[in-house]
């Protein structure tokens, strides 16, 4: 039995059916930047997955280089909230492969629905994905939102247990960045602020991983968001160089300290940001579709690939896929859950 099958029933079910994690990776400069990202799961639950697309493969990446990563996943209120420190394995070797379980993971829900397939199926750049496979080293969980105020449970790997490696590194150099758009961190937050958006911080616990978790509220003071947040966070370090993200729209990094109570971020810049996330109908139909083009054809050829073939016939959903699509038709009842796509 592994670690995620020892989890209780209700935390298992939020697994199987959860549509999205907060995704926190650590950049070469020792920054942690969280991004929400659709997930999927092996079905024995010996790896959590996600994948990022391999025209915009900064994320996998930064998994490869350091695959200690962080994972929040949250549902209703009343359901439960893990959080996991895990080991990514990051699967690029065949991307016609992950193409084909991506569709089949994902494509019957999210963006792959604003368009016929027959035109959905044409946007190779999207469907064209690095898979990050994630084995949890430590899980902790709370059996709901209230609980998070109280220690976690947890759940640890024996000593000794070896993590599945990342395929080889390509050859040559990563394509050139892509030129997303910037603005200044004051235009962009005040939305976020006026919605009560939900944020979440991350911040280093054990063992260098950062963990990400959803702030109960936030407050601007000059260059600093003020934030609440439960007081049973297994976070270790209370200062130092965090990431805080709203919906993976805006996306900070800075320093925060702890006062009282309160977390303390001071922004130091905004990231800059993917025009898909912001608007769901460029996932699809992209401005810009040239530059995705040309990218993704560079990062096939260091891998010695092609350009992925993406089948003319939507390959049937995986069991998880069925399980996540009940789960927004109860959000679209009103029942749970929250879905952010990228």
Known sequence: ?????????????????????????ISSAGVPIDTPLLIFYAEDLKTIDLATGIAYPAKAERARKNPRVGLLIEGGKDEPVISIAGMAAVRDSNIEANAIRYISEVGHYGPSLMQPWEVAHKAVWYWSRIIME????????????????????????????????????????????VDWPKSAWQEHIQSYLDRNAAGQLSLFADDGFALPFTARSVAL?????????????????????????YEGRATFVGQVSKDGSSYRFRIERMLPYMPMVIDAQQVLLPEGKEGLIERLK??????????????????????????????IEGMMRGLAGSTVVE
């Open 1 to 25: 039995m592994n670690l995620l099958q020892r989890l209780p029933e209700a935390a298992q079910n939020l697994i199987k059916s959860g549509i999205n994690t907060s995704f926190t990776s």
């Open 134 to 177: 994630i084995m949890p080293k430590r899980v902790f969980w709370w059996e709901n939102r209230a609980a998070m105020d109280g220690p976690p449970n947890v759940l640890e790997q024996p000593a000794g247990t070896v993590f599945p490696a990342s395929d080889p590194a390509p050859a040559g150099k990563l394509s050139g960045s």
């Open 221 to 245: 003071d000059g260059d600093t968001l003020v934030l609440d947040m439960p007081k049973g966070l297994p976070w270790t370090q209370e200062s130092g160089t965090a990431g805080f993200t």
């Open 298 to 327: 560079h990062e096939v050829a260091r891998r010695g690939q092609g350009v992925p073939n993406i089948p003319a016939v939507k390959p049937d959903p995986t069991p998880g896929n069925i399980r996540r699509q009940k789960r």
